[in-house]
């Protein structure tokens, strides 16, 4: 067995846990470790301006590749900046590995230069933390966090190491483990057989059904089987905000994204269902809006890896504990010696869908007014960015009514091609998603989807682009306000637009890009709109800065009313339900 | 709804706080708390009592499983059990009437003088929450000057272990 530092066997256990890039921030507590990376070619450090940009860049990574994203950060500030992103990435259950330098042992609470208790500060946003205290642990312990941030529902594991661990005059044996085994934690992804049958039973014989499918599905490559499944079935399907492109968004069978900003269509047939078979989905408060008159006429079939993600909001009548993957398997497998659903029934169901689609659904009726002269309507930057696309794009977004335009208009055909921040809702999100993105896919097209209030959290990460060569594409809807912020101020303050509008204090977004060294371009003309688009996707190897001046007054609907039903929504500004 | 939740824990560092977190993070009460390491050093075991809803009994127990450094999770209200508190009181103990009428009390609730003063007696008291609570105000008229309470302990009736 070789003899090693702790800082060298920090690398190579991440170099044998199969990690080729790391995002991080050096400082003092971790600089062992970066000595580490520097004296070896395996694993590569990608250095961000700022801690939290480098979380969400693994973030990104994790989410385009279903691999695990590895952040290394000094201790103190590099802690406790990376904790938004760990937040942001433990609510959307995504695996990532986070090693955080840490003052020496000796000092550990004595208040020291740059310490935090890294462990107590993470502790509610983690899926499970480690302090190292002894070298002898460290590659068994980064095996375990590996082995833990990607099994059973996933989530991130912080691994907390002081500096005396990685003391490069210390040596102790090397030697990775080849498999991790704890006997306090075992997760199942089995689902139980009976309930699987039960389930099938009852979804078949429902008249009025839908799939309500969220992440979990994508996180666990299930959508091929969901796909499969769904189109024998000849059931209408939505997709939560996280589980859009779960199921092809150009699909008949598509019904759009359910919830606060759901399709009419969507919330309706959610509403009147008589058997919802929820895949992968927690039943979040921006999905079921009032839980006490949610679906009153629902059979609950409720498939999750996580047993407190069943019967946490919502009460489920057939309770499934499994991976989406097995149990969807399992089902597929049964399927066929079944009887087929009631066609008759089936056909009314979607006769009554079409008909609310036809009526108020976002694809099908006019929903906003047209773009045309300096109107540029932030639905149509959306279609035109799916048109230029080929809707083939990987789209990150940071958190507003960006975000929601573009859950809504770029009907996503691919599982893990829409990246954006569904639980925690953090702004500055989607610029560093976009940049672990597009390491992982360096030829495939990455836009950023975002505000100009969001893009300047984490703007500072256009110099990590310059530094990697990491060409991602920035569509900036820029209504020169906190727009989803200035929206519910509309509805429900009068208008009284408190600290959401910054007119006078923008930057000039394209000169800024230029500083950095890319490409900016300003659009204020509609008919300037895909010309200039196509230009900024014809840039391969820069990055684009599209600064496009949208409609100010637009608001995103369809919107639930809070505390009703889910098919309670306003249209319009002026039509509800 | 009174529950007693036992867990067999990972006797790991931070395991501790990650059970109380939960329960502070969640809202849930945590009503006592009781901690040791068991025979096997690898391992601690748990005890605590909590009141909720059925909903959120069962919210508390599945996000216990959940919790990396948990093995085991049973909630002994479920079924026969046996539970216990231990108690120390102390109280002025002046004057062989009040000496004597409190030697009694004891007796009766099968307690021990474990310390004396001229001035005091510190009593030692073990029993369900109910004993204990009875005994305080047996002796109310004497006074308590200080009460400590180890939080309840329990064990299933019979032959449910609660083991690796």
């Known amino acids: ?577 | 709804m009174r529950r007693i939740i036992s867990i067999l824990l990972e006797n790991e560092p931070g395991a501790l706080s990650r059970v109380v977190g939960l329960f502070s993070q969640r809202g849930y009460n945590i009503d006592t708390l009781n901690v040791a390491p068991t025979e096997d050093p690898t391992l601690s075991r748990l005890t605590l009592s909590t009141t909720g809803d059925e909903k959120m009994v069962e919210q508390i127990i599945k996000q216990l499983h959940k919790l990396i450094d948990t093995i085991k999770v049973v909630d002994l209200s479920d079924g026969p059990h046996v539970e216990r508190e231990l108690m120390l009181v102390k109280v002025r103990a002046v004057g062989a009437e009040q000496r004597s009428e409190l030697k009694n009390s004891v007796e009766i609730f099968r307690g021990h003088i474990v310390d004396v003063t001229p001035s005091s007696y510190t009593i030692q008291l073990a029993g369900d929450g109910k004993k204990l609570d009875a005994f305080i105000e047996a002796i109310r008229e004497v006074g308590t000057m200080e009460v400590v309470r180890s939080g309840i302990s329990g064990i299933a009736r019979g032959e449910k272990f609660l083991l690796v």
């Open chain 1, 1 to 577: 067995m070789e003899n090693l530092s702790g800082g060298d066997i920090v690398i190579r256990a991440l170099r044998d846990a199969g990690v080729e890039y790391v995002w991080g921030y050096p400082g003092g507590s971790a600089l062992h470790i970066y000595d580490a990376i520097f004296r070896q070619d395996d694993v590569k450090h990608l250095l961000v301006r700022h801690e939290q940009a480098a979380v969400h860049a693994a973030d990104g990574f994790a989410r385009a590749t279903g691999k695990v994203g590895t952040v290394l950060v000094t201790s103190g500030p590099g802690a406790t900046n990376a904790i938004t992103g760990i937040a942001t990435a433990y609510m959307d259950s995504i695996p990532l590995v986070v090693i955080s330098g840490q003052v020496p042992s000796s000092k550990i609470g004595e208040d020291a230069f740059q310490e935090t208790d890294m462990v107590g500060v993470s502790r509610p946003i983690v899926k499970h933390s480690f302090l190292i205290k002894r070298p002898e642990d460290i590659a068994a312990t980064i095996a375990k966090a590996y082995y833990i941030a990607s099994t059973g529902r996933p989530g991130p594991v912080v691994v907390d190491i002081p500096k005396d661990m990685t003391d490069p005059a210390i040596k102790v044996p090397y030697s990775y483990p080849k498999q991790v085994s704890m006997r306090s934690y075992q997760p199942n992804e089995r689902g139980h057989s009976g309930q699987i049958k039960r389930a099938l039973k009852t979804l078949l014989a429902a008249k009025q059904p839908v799939i309500y499918a969220g992440g979990g599905v994508i996180i666990d490559n299930a959508s091929e089987l969901l796909t499969t499944l769904a189109r024998k079935l000849n059931y209408p399907i939505t997709n939560t905000l996280m589980g859009l492109g779960a199921y092809p968004g150009s699909d008949r069978q598509f019904i759009g994204m359910l919830g606060m900003h759901g399709t009419y269509e969507a919330n309706q047939a959610m509403h009147h269902a008589d058997v919802i078979f929820a895949v992968g989905a927690r039943f979040d408060d921006r999905v079921t809006n009032a839980t006490d008159k949610f679906c009153p006429n629902a059979t609950i079939i409720h498939i999750d890896i996580d047993p407190t993600c069943i019967s946490k909001t919502v009460g489920a009548d057939i309770p499934i504990v499994g991976s989406c993957k097995t149990v969807l398997g399992d089902m597929l497998e049964l399927l066929d010696a079944l009887p087929a659903p009631d066609g008759e029934a089936l056909n009314r169901w979607w006769a009554t869908i079409d008909d609310w689609r036809a009526r108020h659904g976002i694809y099908t009726a006019d929903r906003f007014e047209p773009s045309g002269g300096t109107l540029i309507k932030p639905q149509d930057v959306i279609k035109m960015l799916h048109k230029v696309t080929g809707g083939d794009a990987f789209v990150t977004s940071d958190v507003g009514q960006h975000q929601m335009f573009a859950a809504q208009y770029y009907l996503f055909d691919k599982p893990r091609r829409w990246i954006n921040s569904g639980g925690l809702g953090t702004m500055g999100f989607g610029l560093p998603a976009a940049m672990g993105a597009q390491l992982a896919f360096p030829d495939a097209t990455v836009a950023c989807v975002t505000g100009e209030g969001s893009i300047q959290m984490n703007i500072q990460e256009l110099s990590t682009c310059t530094q990697h060569g990491l060409p991602v594409k920035i569509i900036n809807l820029n209504n020169s306000a906190l727009g989803m912020v200035r929206q519910w101020q509309d509805m429900q303050y009068s208008a009284r637009y408190a600290s959401s509008v910054y007119e006078d204090s923008l930057p000039d977004f394209v000169a800024l890009t230029e500083a950095y060294g890319h490409v900016g371009m300003r659009v204020t003309e509609f008919d300037q709109l895909e010309s200039k688009m196509r230009e900024c996707f014809a840039l391969k190897d820069r990055v684009v800065f599209m600064d496009i001046v949208v409609d100010r007054a637009e608001h995103v609907y369809p919107m639930q009313i809070a505390g009703n039903a889910m098919n309670e929504m306003w249209l319009s500004k002026t039509e509800r339900t």
